[in-house]
């Protein structure tokens, strides 16, 4: 159980509305991974096509979140929230709408997906770094800490009961609620009282060359996103490509590989209450061992392991991924000068999703001609060996929390 003084960041309006706002985006979102597989694995059951569909929705999101880091240390973080909600909301709905009418296919749903995923993409740096304006100093990993409990208790039910709506009533009504809860989030955050940094006075080259100058002149921070090139994009084509291709061709249906889902949030729920409590002093090599567990589903996967196994080795994964997410966002936020964290954030997320694209095209091809199996069993090797290697660099086994001494400015609630 969270102590008095780990809740007491609850105390902060700005910071409910902004939780309530992300539970009620990702009871849509946790739900859409499901839906839009089995939606395109029913009109072309080929993996190739859903790669596309995969890949198609992360390219815009390589440029977008190199323009979102500049925007948001330039422009109304809310505004950008907002509209990086609205956009998403419309695609969504037009997606629903295409698979309902029987006129979905390739190329529309991946054109859709494309510009949904550009428009959280430019959202995505202002919302990594909107913390510090909603919370105080010394509450920042709470904060982290607390976002993510609430959301992950939301995807432990989603993803199950995601798949049960696709086996039921079919995937378009569960892309239609995705729909209505990006607009419902947008409508929360414009609630927002957060005031728009001051204007810039350089160009907006001049601010990326800044935030390329913080980023690149940090060892422990641009590893650690070179290592995430690598483990993103075979992660996430061995286990949101190839997991709903494995359950499909076994005949476990989406119902199973929606179980699956859950489990992996039920971690990400239990990694949330470790990173409450335990703030570690080697931040980031608590970090980098955190994402060791991330293969165990793939192996689970490639030795046709019974539910419960595949399921168990989820909890782990989805627990770890946690714990490694907040000390990650806790170590930029508290290590960065704030005046320069949405550009760093987004040139993290740009290199750790690089290789997304090109990996869920060659899984997806490589999976088509030799089987899935193999490269399950390819990808979990390579992502141990890279997480692996940052543990030989200085600077990250060195890395150590900042402790807050000073008495922090109260925030406004």
Request: with cysteine.
């Amino acid at each position: 159980m969270a102590s008095r003084s780990s809740l007491s960041v609850l105390r902060h309006k700005p910071f409910r509305l902004f939780v309530l706002a992300r539970i009620i985006s990702m009871s849509g979102s946790a739900m859409a991974p499901v839906a839009l597989a089995f939606a395109v694995l029913g009109f072309d059951g080929r993996p190739n096509s859903l790669a596309i569909v995969l890949a198609g929705s992360t390219v815009p999101q390589l440029v977008m979140l190199l323009v979102g880091g500049v925007i948001a240390d330039r422009l109304s973080k809310r505004r950008v929230i907002v509209l990086g909600n609205l956009v998403p909301a419309l695609t969504q709905g037009v997606i629903a709408l295409l698979v309902a009418s029987g006129t979905a296919d390739v190329t529309r749903v991946a054109a859709f997906a494309a510009l949904a995923g550009g428009a959280s993409a430019l959202t995505q740096p202002a919302m990594n770094s909107l913390l510090p304006d909603l919370v105080e100093a010394d509450q920042i990993q709470e904060a982290n800490a607390l976002m993510r409990l609430p959301v992950n208790a939301v995807k432990i039910a989603a993803p199950a009961l995601g798949g049960l709506l696709v086996a039921l009533v079919g995937p378009e009504w569960t892309l239609a609620w995705d729909a209505a809860s990006f607009a419902m989030a947008a409508a929360l955050v414009s609630r927002l009282a957060i005031s728009a940094p001051e204007k810039r006075k350089y160009s907006v080259l001049r601010d990326f060359r800044e935030g390329w100058a913080e980023f690149s002149g940090r060892f422990w921070l641009w590893s650690y996103v070179l290592s995430g090139t690598v483990v993103v994009a075979l992660w996430l084509g061995g286990y949101q490509l190839l997991g709903p291709v494995v359950t499909h061709d076994r005949d476990l249906g989406a119902a199973r590989w929606g179980t699956v889902q859950g489990a992996f949030a039920v971690g990400l729920f239990g990694g949330g209450f470790i990173s409450l409590k335990w703030k570690p002093s080697r931040i980031m090599v608590v970090c980098v061992c955190a994402n060791l567990p991330l293969a165990l589903p793939l192996l689970a996967l490639a030795a046709d392991a019974p539910l419960l196994v595949l399921a168990s080795s989820a909890v782990l994964a989805g627990a770890a991924l946690d714990v490694a997410v907040v000390c990650w966002h806790t170590a930029m936020q508290e290590q960065l000068p704030s005046e320069v964290l949405g550009r760093v954030s987004s040139l993290s997320s740009t290199g750790e999703l690089m290789a997304v694209p090109l990996g869920y095209l060659a899984v997806g091809a490589t999976a088509t001609s030799l089987g899935p199996t193999s490269v399950l069993l390819v990808s979990a090797a390579v992502m141990t060996l890279a997480t692996l290697v940052l543990l030989l660099a200085p600077s990250v086994r060195a890395m150590r929390r900042r402790v807050v001494t000073e008495v922090p400015e109260a925030v406004a609630v």
